[in-house]
Structure formats: structure tokens, C-alpha cells
């Protein structure tokens, strides 16, 4: 992952970030590539968000079937999907990587405080004070970035 600028990132609409946060990025190439990413961090828990349509949102029940999960209605077609999971199988990954490269929104944070709310008012809050780290794809899911935590394989 190398420093980019702020500015070159597309879809920030989302995202809340802090002042004096350094954003990280790194280009995908595909679903694999992505789920290489994803096998190089190092998490005891990685709490999934996705802002997603309700055609997928059964999809993505389906996927997580078997773990808590919670949805929320943010407007008429439009569902908040969330999910904390001890570690994510490789089906799990590539239906994110297809959600996001379709332009669902997609974040994940690792280790996630139980007592934080890391989406308020339409954005993801980059909240990384307890060394979380909050991930994201561009919208075509072309590049991935991060934020926060030190570890990364």
C-alpha cells in the first residue's frame, strides 16, 4: 500500500474523514487480488458494511447465514448491511469485491470497538482511536484504501 492524496480519491461522499488521517491505497486487479488484501491483515474481528439495494441485500443474508448481521432501511430501495465476523471465507470476499465493483458501497473495519458507531448520517465515520483500521473501495472497485492500525502483512 503506498500514500495517496485525498484528493484523488472519487467517491469521499461517504466517507468522514479526520483533518490529520494519511489515506493508503492499493490497486485491484480482481477478485483475487482483493482477496490476497484481504489474507495479508491481521484482525481478530473485521466488522463488514455495505450500502447496498434490495435486490442484493437477500444475496448478501444469504451469504452470512449462520452470523449476526443487521440491516437498516436508509431510504426507499437503499439498505445498510452490517456484520462482525471472526474471520470471512473466500465466497464471503468475492461477493463483497462483486458488490463493490458494481458500485455498492463496501467498508470494512477491523477490530471494531463494541461500543462504537462507525456510520452516522450517511457516512462512514473514520473512527481509528483504538488502532482500528477502515478499509474501502474506489467505486469501480479498481483500488482499495485504508486508514489507521500499523499492521498489515
Not at 9 to 22: A, F, S, W, Y
Not at 29 to 51: K, T
Not at 61 to 80: D, M
Request: charged letters at 25%; proline letters at 2%.
Amino acid at each position: 500500500m503506498e500514500i495517496t492524496s485525498i484528493s484523488s480519491i472519487g467517491n469521499l461522499d461517504m466517507i468522514e474523514l479526520k483533518p490529520d488521517q494519511t489515506v493508503m491505497a492499493c490497486e485491484l486487479e480482481d477478485a483475487e487480488s482483493f482477496y490476497r488484501f484481504w489474507a495479508g491483515l491481521a484482525y481478530d474481528r473485521i466488522m463488514i458494511q455495505v450500502i447496498t439495494t434490495g435486490s442484493f441485500i437477500e444475496d448478501l443474508s444469504e451469504y452470512f447465514e449462520g452470523h449476526a448481521y443487521k440491516v437498516t432501511k436508509l431510504a426507499k430501495r437503499e439498505f445498510h448491511f452490517q456484520s462482525i465476523l471472526q474471520e470471512a471465507d473466500r465466497d464471503i470476499a468475492d461477493f463483497l469485491f462483486l458488490l463493490a465493483s458494481i458500485n455498492d458501497d463496501v467498508f470494512l473495519i477491523t477490530d471494531p470497538q463494541p461500543d462504537k458507531s462507525y456510520f452516522s448520517e450517511g457516512k462512514l465515520q473514520c473512527l481509528t482511536d483504538s488502532g482500528e483500521r477502515i478499509i474501502w473501495f474506489e467505486y469501480d472497485a479498481v483500488d482499495i484504501y485504508m486508514i489507521g492500525g500499523e499492521s498489515y502483512k
